[in-house]
C-alpha cells in the first residue's frame, strides 16, 4: 500500500505557473504509475497528466499538452507537476493517484484504474 500527499496548490493569476508535488509513503514508488487527475466544481474527475512507473513516459491530456509538465523523482519518491501559463479553466481540485501496473496508455487516462488517491490540493486561477 502506499499512502499520497499532494502539495503546492494555491491563488494564482491567469499566465502565472505553480509546481505540484505528490509525495509518496509505504511501498517503493518507483514501482508504481502515477497520474495527476483535476476536478472542477459540478464537473467530473478528469486526467491531466501520467507518467509510467519505470521509463518514465508521460502522458497528457490535449488541454494541458505544451503547458503542464509530469516528472518523477524516484529517490525521493515524489510526482510533480509543473504548470505553466495557467489559465482560469485550470481551476480545480489536483489529485495525485497511483496503481502497481498499468497495461495500456487507455488506462493511464481512466480515473477508475487507480487503486490510491491523495486528498487533493486546490489550484485557483483568477482572470
Known amino acids: 500500500q502506499v499512502q499520497l500527499v499532494e502539495s503546492g496548490g494555491g491563488l494564482v493569476q491567469a499566465g502565472d505557473s505553480l509546481r505540484l508535488s505528490c509525495a509518496a509513503s509505504g511501498r517503493t514508488f518507483s514501482s508504481y504509475a502515477v497520474g495527476w487527475f483535476r476536478q472542477a466544481p459540478g464537473k467530473e474527475r478528469e486526467i491531466v497528466a501520467a507518467?509510467?512507473?519505470?521509463?518514465?513516459?508521460?502522458y497528457y491530456e490535449d488541454s494541458v499538452k505544451g503547458r503542464f509538465t509530469i516528472s518523477r523523482d524516484n529517490a525521493k519518491n515524489t510526482v510533480s507537476l509543473q504548470m505553466n501559463i495557467l489559465k482560469p479553466e485550470d481551476t480545480a481540485v489536483y489529485y495525485c493517484a497511483a496503481h502497481p501496473t498499468l497495461s495500456s496508455v487507455d488506462l493511464y487516462f481512466t480515473s477508475a484504474s487507480y487503486e490510491y488517491w491523495g486528498q487533493g490540493t486546490q489550484v485557483t486561477v483568477s482572470s
Open positions: 507518467i509510467t512507473r519505470s521509463s518514465g513516459i508521460s
